[in-house]
């Protein structure tokens, strides 16, 4: 660990006047009035950190300042037992230390300089008064979720990258893959020509070469922000000067899991290839990622096109596999829910056209309705099957009986398909679920209007509805008919308000995390005392007030406006049910189940954080149920 000897200085005029408008085109500076964004600038000193070189540890104690990466690049390390990789990458225009800063504690991360790193120093008493005089700043300081969040999603995707990468041909040979050509240029070039070279060819990097056979060095698109955009560098500049040096490279007889491994451990996206010494070719991290036989594309395609209930059963496993791989990639929870949920029901959708056709039934007649968080299109990995059917009035009686046995192979094809049947039966081939347009608003109209505690509990899901397949004007009055009466009911409003408070959040009267010990671990239940709270929370908003949208990530957002809150703090709502949803997934797709149960995780095997957002999350989660509380309660 190289010894600190910084030097730090004072902001200058100059400075500060190339850099304002560079930092007013990002969060929190874009929202903050110029003045205040001059205030952060003059009250900065600025210090060079060396390669390699300390910047902040845990050793230093409470933090003094904020740091904000004005160029150069700053990683981050964690050393927590047990656990492999906890690195990240912070780019130029990074703010840095916010929570310990504002909480007055020292950091938990080890940050130093990956290569030359200017960082502009923001004390933690002028931080104060800052916060004190600018709202935006205040209300990032105030969302340190938001920030965690996008460091737990770098540790989650550095823990599944692997299980993702294992699921491509990691075989192959990268010379008998379809290698791109490299871009090349001189090292007495200038930037203005690199950059125009990629910006014409469309590609993400350059190599510098003095001849056909050395390569000095790596320009990619990432680096223009840093070494370029950020150091307002003259772009008649030699490209020798801003070039990365010392480019690993592979051979045509290297593997592509080997390709994978030197990106991941250099944190680079991009590998010249070469055969005998002679430049051949240039893979890219995308390039990786798209040896993957599974897609969004080829998955919906093969569902699409088969009626074998084998094939199905490939494609649903598939689909399973594709998660993980997303996982792998970073992609966020609200992103792979919804991809999740548009697989199932391309599958589902496919399963109840071969049965309608096997009972000759008219899909004009009928329609099949997704419940619950396939209503909501939130689905995850562990999921099982919540529908049920709407026919139309003018069916003869007998008709019933037709639609109950489409309804039970199809219940039974999705078990087959690993979607197991409900086990409270809310299923399509229940008698009770399988009704004519008019028995549906009968059993809503009895809901709403006479509802005791115990039947509404029940009934919760079916007011996450939505048309499957099949005729949707069949649900349009059922529709028109909740939106209008729900919030119109006090009584009905109040008592599912009720039922949603009987649940707790797992946090004590300090709002430490209250875990639940099963066989020896402490844990915690991230569906039932997380996400399920914020779902009924929402639900019941969206019902008081007439809100359409059934997805509870467009509902938080929709309640925020019409309980007219700050669009910070419907954000941290937001921001906290998505990072329970990833927990979800990455529980979901782990091997071990605690008790049987996916949605269950020890939280003493979450690295530090996880576990601070995970905190942060459910202290969201109980300020939104007590809002709930003031609203609906006594």
Request: hydrophobic fraction near 45%; glycine fraction near 6%.
């Amino acid at each position: 660990m190289a010894e600190k000897s910084n030097v730090t200085y004072p902001v200058s005029h100059s400075l500060v006047q190339n850099l304002r408008q560079q930092l007013m085109q990002s969060l929190p500076f874009s929202k903050m009035a110029q003045k205040d964004v001059d205030f952060f600038l003059r009250a900065s000193s600025e210090a060079y950190f060396a390669p390699k070189e300390v910047i902040l540890s845990p050793a230093d104690g409470a933090s003094q300042f904020l740091y904000l990466i004005r160029q150069g690049r700053v990683s981050g390390r964690r050393d927590i037992p047990g656990i492999k990789e906890t690195a990240f990458l912070l780019d130029a225009g990074s703010l840095f230390s916010i929570g310990s800063a504002f909480a007055n504690r020292p950091v938990s991360t080890t940050y130093s300089a990956v290569d030359d790193c200017f960082c502009l120093l923001f004390p933690v008493e002028a931080m104060r008064q800052l916060a004190s005089q600018s709202i935006p700043f205040s209300e990032f300081l105030n969302n340190r979720i938001w920030g965690l969040l996008q460091e737990s999603r770098i540790a989650l995707r550095n823990a599944f990258a692997s299980q993702a990468l294992a699921e491509q041909s990691l075989e192959s040979r990268v010379g008998d893959l379809a290698l791109k050509k490299p871009l090349t240029i001189g090292p007495n070039r200038s930037l203005r020509e690199a950059l125009t070279l990629i910006d014409e060819k469309k590609v993400g990097s350059i190599l510098i070469m003095e001849d056909q056979h050395t390569i000095l060095g790596i320009l990619t698109r990432y680096d223009v922000l840093s070494r370029v955009t950020l150091s307002n560098l003259d772009l008649s500049t030699p490209i020798s000067a801003v070039m990365t040096p010392d480019v690993k490279t592979l051979t045509v007889d290297d593997t592509a899991e080997m390709a994978g491994l030197l990106m991941s451990r250099f944190h680079i996206r991009h590998l010249p290839v070469l055969d005998r010494g002679e430049l051949v070719g240039i893979i890219s991290e995308r390039d990786l990622f798209s040896l993957q036989r599974l897609s969004l594309s080829n998955i919906s395609s093969a569902i699409r096109g088969t009626d074998d209930l084998a094939q199905l059963k490939k494609c649903a496993d598939d689909i399973r596999t594709f998660a993980r791989n997303l996982l792998g990639q970073g992609v966020q929870a609200r992103q792979l829910t919804t991809l999740i949920s548009h697989l199932n029901d391309v599958l589902t959708v496919r399963l109840i056209e071969i049965y309608a056709a096997k009972h000759q039934l008219n899909m004009t007649q009928f329609a099949w309705i997704a419940l619950g968080s396939e209503g909501r299109s939130e689905q995850t990995i562990a999921t099982d099957q919540d529908n049920a059917l709407v026919f139309s009035d003018s069916a003869p009686e007998s008709q019933r009986e037709v639609y109950l046995r489409f309804a039970g192979e199809v219940n039974q094809a999705l078990n087959e398909c690993g979607y197991p049947l409900c086990k409270g039966n809310i299923m399509a081939s229940n008698p009770e679920l399988c009704l004519t347009q008019h028995e549906w608003l009968i059993r809503f109209s009895r809901w709403i209007e006479q509802g005791n505690p115990q039947d509404l509990l029940n009934a919760s899901i079916f007011f996450d509805f939505r048309v499957l397949a099949g005729n949707p004007d069949l649900l349009i009055p059922l529709k028109d008919y909740v939106r209008t009466k729900a919030a119109a009911t006090p009584r009905f409003i109040k008592l599912i308000a009720d039922n949603s408070l009987n649940i707790r959040v797992p946090l004590n009267w300090f709002g430490a995390i209250e875990p639940k010990e099963i066989d020896g671990q402490k844990t915690i239940d991230l569906k039932m005392q997380g996400t399920a709270i914020i779902v009924d929370v929402a639900r019941i908003y969206s019902l008081a007030f007439g809100i359409e949208v059934i997805n509870t990530r467009e509902r938080l957002a929709a309640i925020g406006r019409a309980l007219n809150v700050p669009e910070s703090e419907s954000a941290s709502w937001i921001t906290a049910f998505e990072f329970l949803q990833t927990l979800r997934l990455a529980a979901q797709i782990g091997e071990a189940k605690i008790g049987g149960n996916p949605n269950v995780i020890d939280i003493e095997k979450l690295n530090i954080v996880d576990r601070s957002i995970l905190k942060e999350a459910l202290s969201k989660v109980r300020s939104l149920q007590q809002h709930l509380q003031l609203d609906y309660a006594g």
